[in-house]
C-alpha cells in the first residue's frame, strides 16, 4: 500500500484552518483581522521603538556599544528559548498523546517519520509563533540601527528557524520520555513535574547569567574586567549564543558562517535523533496515555472549606463558584502552571531586589522613584499574562455545556460573576503582595506606596474583567488543549489592549506624580493641586471603565451564545 505523503496528513489542519477562516469572513471577520493588525502594529512600533533608542544609545559608544548591543541580543534570545521549551513540552503532550485526530492517524496506514514530522511541526507552530512575531520588531530594530539592509530580513529569517526548531524536538523528545517512564494514569501530572523543572531551570539560568553585574560596572575591579564579561559568551554550547554572533557579525560586515553551519546541523541531528527516539518509544507511550486517567472526584474537601465561607451567597452562586473551583483543580494543564508561576514571580522580586537602588548607593531619590513607578506597569503586564493564562479561558472550558446553562433557569449573571471573583480574589492577593514587596525592597516614599497599592488594587478588578470579556467574545468551545486557548486571536488581542492600558494608566499616574516628586526634588512641601487630582481622576476612570463596559460586554455575549 502506497504511504501517504507528508502534505496529505497534514492536509486536514491546513483545510480545517482554512474553512474556520472562510466561517469568520463569513461572520465578519474582517474586523477581527482590522483590530488584530492595528493593535499589533502599534505593539511592534512600541517595541521598536523603545529598543530602538537603547541601541540608538549604545551605538554611539565607541568600543562597548557593539559589546552591549550582542549582550542584551543574547539574552533575549535566551529568554525566547526557556520559555519555548517550556511550551513545547506542554504542547507535545497535547500534540502526541492526546489530539482527537491521534486514532485516526496511528490506526490508518501513515509512516512513523510522516507522523513525528506532522505533529512536530504542529508542535512548533503552536508554541512558537508568538515567540517568532515578538522577534520581529527586535530584530528589525538591530538591522535599521547597524544598517543591515535587505539582505537581513532573509538572513534573519536563516538564523531564527533552526532557534525555534530545536526547543521543539527538545520539548517533544522531553515529553515522549515522560509519558513512558511515568505512570499512564498520571498523564497529566507530568505537567507538574515539568514545572517544577523548569522553575529549577529558570532560577540556574538567572543565576548564572547575572544579568544585574551589567547595571553595576562599577562593581568591577577596572573597565577591562567589564569588557571581559561582555566579550565572554553566557555559554559557548548554547544555541541563543550562536544566533547573537550570527546576526552581531553580519550587521557589523564581520561574517563568520561557523554559528550558522552550527546552528541549522545542530538542529538536523537533533530531528534525526528525536525521530529514532519517535520511532522506539511512540507506540509504548501512546498506548499509556490511552488508558483511563484517574480523576479525583470528590468535592468533599471545598464544600467544607470554600463553601462554608461562601454560605451568605445565594444558593446558585455558591455552586457555581464551587464548581469554577473544583474543575480548575481536577485539570491538572491548569493547576500545575501555579508552580512555574510562583517561582517566576519570586525570581522578578529577586532582581527587583537586586538593583541597586537602596538607600546608601549613589542613586537619586528621582531614580528610585521613576524605578518603582514603571514596576507598576511591569507588575500589571505579569498579571495581565496570568489572567490570559487562568480568567481568558474560564468561559471556553465551559465547552458543550454551556448549551445547558443557556437553556436552563440558572441566571447567566451568577456564572458571570462567579468565574470573575474566582479569577480576581487570588489575582489581587498575589498583585497586593507583589507591589507591596517590591515597594519594600526599592524603600519608597509612603506616599508612591499608597499610589501604588491603590492603582494596582484598580487595575487587577480592570484586567480580570478584560480578560473574561474577550474570553467570552473570542471562545474557543472546540479546543483540544486548554493550554492553546489564550494564544488564540482573542488573547492576543486581550494582551495588545490590556498593554494599551497599562500605558494609559501609567502616563495620567506619571502627570500627577510628578508634582509630587518635583517637589521632594526641590525641597519644597507637597501640595495636591487640582492639576494632581485631575490626572488621578482620569486614572481612575480608565480603571473604572475597563472594568464595568468590558463585565456588561461579556453577559450580552453569552446570552446569545447558540449550539
Known amino acids: 500500500?502506497?504511504?501517504?505523503?507528508?502534505?496529505?496528513?497534514?492536509?486536514?489542519?491546513?483545510?480545517?484552518?482554512?474553512?474556520?477562516?472562510?466561517?469568520?469572513?463569513?461572520?465578519?471577520?474582517?474586523?477581527?483581522?482590522?483590530?488584530?493588525?492595528?493593535?499589533?502594529?502599534?505593539?511592534?512600533?512600541?517595541?521598536?521603538?523603545?529598543?530602538?533608542?537603547?541601541?540608538?544609545?549604545?551605538?554611539?559608544?565607541?568600543?562597548?556599544?557593539?559589546?552591549?548591543?550582542?549582550?542584551?541580543?543574547?539574552?533575549?534570545?535566551?529568554?525566547?528559548?526557556?520559555?519555548?521549551?517550556?511550551?513545547?513540552?506542554?504542547?507535545?503532550?497535547?500534540?502526541?498523546?492526546?489530539?482527537?485526530?491521534?486514532?485516526?492517524?496511528?490506526?490508518?496506514?501513515?509512516?512513523?517519520?510522516?507522523?513525528?514530522?506532522?505533529?512536530?511541526?504542529?508542535?512548533?507552530?503552536?508554541?512558537?509563533?508568538?515567540?517568532?512575531?515578538?522577534?520581529?520588531?527586535?530584530?528589525?530594530?538591530?538591522?535599521?540601527?547597524?544598517?543591515?539592509?535587505?539582505?537581513?530580513?532573509?538572513?534573519?529569517?536563516?538564523?531564527?528557524?533552526?532557534?525555534?526548531?530545536?526547543?521543539?524536538?527538545?520539548?517533544?523528545?522531553?515529553?515522549?520520555?515522560?509519558?513512558?517512564?511515568?505512570?499512564?494514569?498520571?498523564?497529566?501530572?507530568?505537567?507538574?513535574?515539568?514545572?517544577?523543572?523548569?522553575?529549577?531551570?529558570?532560577?540556574?539560568?538567572?543565576?548564572?547569567?547575572?544579568?544585574?553585574?551589567?547595571?553595576?560596572?562599577e562593581g568591577f575591579r577596572n573597565l577591562l574586567d567589564f569588557i571581559t564579561v561582555l566579550r565572554t559568551p553566557t555559554s559557548p554550547f548554547l544555541p541563543s549564543e550562536w544566533a547573537t554572533k550570527a546576526v552581531m557579525g553580519f550587521l557589523r560586515s564581520d561574517f563568520d558562517p561557523l554559528p550558522l553551519i552550527l546552528l541549522w546541523t545542530t538542529a538536523a541531528a537533533f530531528i534525526t535523533?528525536?525521530?529514532?527516539?519517535?520511532?522506539?518509544?511512540?507506540?509504548?507511550?501512546?498506548?499509556?496515555?490511552?488508558?483511563?486517567?484517574?480523576?479525583?472526584?470528590?468535592?468533599?474537601?471545598?464544600?467544607?472549606?470554600?463553601?462554608?465561607?461562601?454560605?451568605?451567597?445565594?444558593?446558585?452562586?455558591?455552586?457555581f463558584v464551587l464548581k469554577d473551583i473544583r474543575l480548575f483543580f481536577r485539570d491538572t494543564t491548569q493547576w500545575s502552571q501555579l508552580i512555574l508561576l510562583a517561582v517566576l514571580v519570586v525570581v522578578y522580586v529577586f532582581n527587583i531586589q537586586a538593583l541597586p537602588l537602596r538607600r546608601g548607593e549613589p542613586v537619586g531619590f528621582f531614580y528610585v522613584t521613576l524605578v518603582s513607578f514603571l514596576n507598576l506597569g511591569l507588575a500589571g503586564f505579569v498579571l495581565a499574562s496570568i489572567a490570559a493564562r487562568f480568567v481568558f479561558p474560564a468561559v471556553s472550558l465551559e465547552g458543550r455545556q454551556m448549551w445547558l446553562l443557556r437553556s436552563s433557569p440558572l441566571d447567566l449573571r451568577a456564572l458571570l460573576w462567579s468565574k470573575y471573583w474566582v479569577g480576581t480574589i487570588p489575582l489581587l492577593i498575589l498583585a497586593l503582595l507583589l507591589t507591596g514587596i517590591t515597594n519594600v525592597f526599592l524603600e519608597v516614599a509612603p506616599f508612591m506606596m499608597i499610589v501604588s497599592m491603590t492603582a494596582m488594587f484598580a487595575l487587577t478588578l480592570a484586567i480580570s474583567a478584560m480578560a473574561l470579556a474577550f474570553g467570552a467574545v473570542y471562545p474557543q468551545f472546540e479546543t483540544e488543549n486548554a493550554a492553546q486557548i489564550p494564544t488564540s486571536f482573542g488573547g492576543l488581542v486581550f494582551m495588545m489592549a490590556t498593554i494599551a492600558l497599562l500605558a494609559a494608566v501609567t502616563l495620567s499616574l506619571w502627570q500627577a506624580v510628578y508634582t509630587y516628586v518635583r517637589a521632594v526634588y526641590d525641597g519644597r512641601p507637597v501640595v495636591i493641586d487640582a492639576w494632581m487630582i485631575g490626572w488621578f481622576g482620569v486614572a481612575a476612570a480608565l480603571c473604572a471603565a475597563a472594568t464595568v463596559i468590558p463585565l456588561r460586554l461579556a453577559l450580552r455575549k453569552m446570552e446569545t451564545f447558540e449550539f
Open 1 to 217: 500500500m502506497k504511504q501517504p505523503s507528508l502534505w496529505h496528513v497534514l492536509q486536514p489542519k491546513w483545510r480545517t484552518a482554512l474553512q474556520r477562516m472562510r466561517e469568520e469572513r463569513d461572520r465578519g471577520g474582517r474586523g477581527k483581522l482590522v483590530v488584530l493588525a492595528a493593535v499589533g502594529g502599534l505593539f511592534w512600533l512600541a517595541v521598536f521603538g523603545v529598543l530602538y533608542m537603547i541601541l540608538k544609545y549604545f551605538r554611539g559608544v565607541e568600543e562597548l556599544g557593539p559589546l552591549l548591543a550582542g549582550k542584551l541580543l543574547g539574552l533575549a534570545l535566551l529568554s525566547f528559548i526557556s520559555i519555548l521549551v517550556l511550551s513545547n513540552v506542554i504542547t507535545a503532550l497535547s500534540s502526541f498523546f492526546l489530539a482527537k485526530d491521534l486514532d485516526l492517524l496511528v490506526s490508518a496506514p501513515v509512516d512513523w517519520l510522516r507522523l513525528y514530522l506532522a505533529k512536530l511541526g504542529e508542535t512548533l507552530l503552536h508554541s512558537s509563533w508568538m515567540v517568532a512575531l515578538m522577534a520581529v520588531p527586535i530584530l528589525a530594530a538591530y538591522g535599521v540601527i547597524y544598517r543591515g539592509g535587505l539582505l537581513f530580513i532573509p538572513y534573519a529569517i536563516v538564523v531564527v528557524v533552526p532557534l525555534l526548531v530545536l526547543p521543539a524536538v527538545i520539548g517533544s523528545a522531553v515529553t515522549l520520555i515522560l509519558v513512558n517512564v511515568f505512570p499512564a494514569r498520571r498523564t497529566r501530572d507530568l505537567l507538574s513535574i515539568i514545572a517544577i523543572g523548569a522553575a529549577g531551570g529558570v532560577i540556574l539560568l538567572f543565576r548564572i547569567i547575572r544579568p544585574e553585574q551589567l547595571a553595576r560596572p
Open 273 to 319: 535523533l528525536g525521530a529514532l527516539l519517535h520511532r522506539t518509544l511512540y507506540a509504548q507511550g501512546f498506548t499509556k496515555a490511552q488508558e483511563g486517567a484517574e480523576r479525583f472526584i470528590r468535592g468533599g474537601f471545598w464544600r467544607w472549606t470554600i463553601g462554608g465561607l461562601l454560605k451568605p451567597l445565594p444558593v446558585a452562586k455558591r455552586e
